[in-house]
């Protein structure tokens, strides 16, 4: 998937070919992607809803040629290269503004916090993951966890206002995964909140505490893999 990273720049090339297709010149954006094995390419949705709509709604105007190729120990390229395939009726039905997101948060200290109706609680110090979803506004509902100063109404703005802003991760999908990805994060935490987030569904928590920064654990970099990436094409983790 590409990018890794917002490209404002990116976007903006895209729709500079399409302008320049209405005077009938063609125009196209080559990847090349440094894996042999790689089978399929789409455009970073959770990262840069923005380009990836883009260069969905551009596929019809300009070339889109995303192309696997090896290179050798001396960078050299193999003559093996295959083209990739675009799924892009998944790309369609994915990018949109809403979905599921991963919010890490970080305490420096032991504290007690007021949690709302769950009461006063008391947090160990350490990175701690929400699982949480919006339906619609994904990106503005992500921004608002970024923000510290806001009307406290979900149990995590309570953690919020008292714990440092780490990183949020958008799961972009149509797909209820809210649940399931709580689950998932349970198997690889090193504690749980009992309770938090979880008030409309039989979830035990939606909250799970590690020691260690969690963006540095194989662990749970393999679990956005699979939320953003291989579920798609998988039956199961």
């Given at each position: 998937m590409f990018p890794d990273a917002v490209t404002a720049r990116g976007k903006r090339h895209v729709e500079e070919l399409v302008e320049l297709s209405a005077t009938r010149k063609a125009g196209a954006v080559l990847f090349l992607i440094c894996w042999p094995k790689a089978e399929f390419f789409m455009?970073?949705?959770?990262?840069d809803l923005e380009f990836s709509r883009t260069l969905l709604s551009a596929k019809d105007k300009i070339s889109v040629i995303p192309l696997a190729v090896?290179?050798?120990?001396?960078?050299?390229?193999a003559s093996r290269v295959r083209t990739l395939e675009i799924?892009?009726?998944l790309v369609e039905r994915e990018a949109e503004n809403r979905g599921s997101y991963i919010l890490i948060l970080r305490?420096?200290?032991?504290?007690?916090?007021?949690?709302?109706?769950?009461?006063?609680?008391?947090f160990k110090a350490g990175?701690?993951?929400?699982?949480?979803?919006?339906?619609?506004?994904?990106?503005?509902r992500l921004e608002r966890h970024r923000r510290e100063r806001k009307n406290l109404f979900w149990h995590v703005d309570y953690l919020r206002a008292q714990a440092e802003f780490h990183w949020a991760l958008p799961i972009r999908t149509g797909d209820d995964l809210e649940c399931e990805l709580a689950s998932a994060l349970r198997k690889i935490a090193g504690w749980e909140v009992p309770g938090f987030g979880s008030s409309d569904c039989s979830c035990d928590s939606h909250l799970f505490g590690m020691t260690k920064d969690p963006l540095?654990?194989?662990?749970?970099?393999?679990?956005?893999?699979?939320f953003r990436m291989d579920r798609l094409f998988t039956s199961s983790p």
């Open positions: 455009p970073e949705y959770h990262t090896e290179m050798g120990k001396d960078l050299s390229l799924p892009w009726g305490l420096p200290a032991r504290k007690n916090i007021e949690i709302g109706k769950l009461g006063r609680l008391q990175y701690y993951l929400y699982a949480g979803s919006a339906q619609k506004s994904l990106t503005q540095h654990s194989p662990e749970f970099i393999a679990l956005l893999q699979y």
